[in-house]
């Protein structure tokens, strides 16, 4: 393999490289969205965007639990209940 350095030691081809680039960007720019539209429903004192973003909220709590983050759990329906 040293001499050879079109096929690599793992058996991927080039294409996944490319393959894993584009999907990195693509996670990037979908977490940028998802962060913008989180922040704005946080932002948003009339609760017009609550009606199309209120569901955005509610992923947050999902990987809590499926992470067994009772900390979390707790603290996030400490503040639910105080507000």
């Known amino acids: 393999y040293a001499s050879d350095f079109s ?3 793992n058996g991927y ?3 996944d490289d490319k ?6 960007k ?5 977490a940028i969205i ?3 539209l989180i922040t704005l429903l946080f932002l948003d004192f009339t ?3 609550h ?11 999902v990987p809590a639990i ?8 707790f603290a996030i329906v400490v503040i639910t209940a105080l507000f």
């Not at 393959?19 to 990195?24: R, S």
């Not at 693509?26 to 979908?30: G, H, N, S």
């Not at 499926?66 to 759990?73: D, E, G």
């Open 13 to 15: 081809g080039r294409n």
């Open 66 to 73: 499926l992470a067994s983050s009772f900390v979390i759990i």
């Open 7 to 9: 096929t690599p030691p």
């Open 51 to 61: 009606a199309w973003l209120g569901w955005m909220a509610k992923l947050q709590f």
């Open 34 to 36: 998802c962060f913008t």
């Open 19 to 24: 393959t894993n680039k584009m999907l990195k």
């Open 26 to 30: 693509l996670r990037i720019t979908l």
């Open 47 to 49: 609760g017009a965007i």
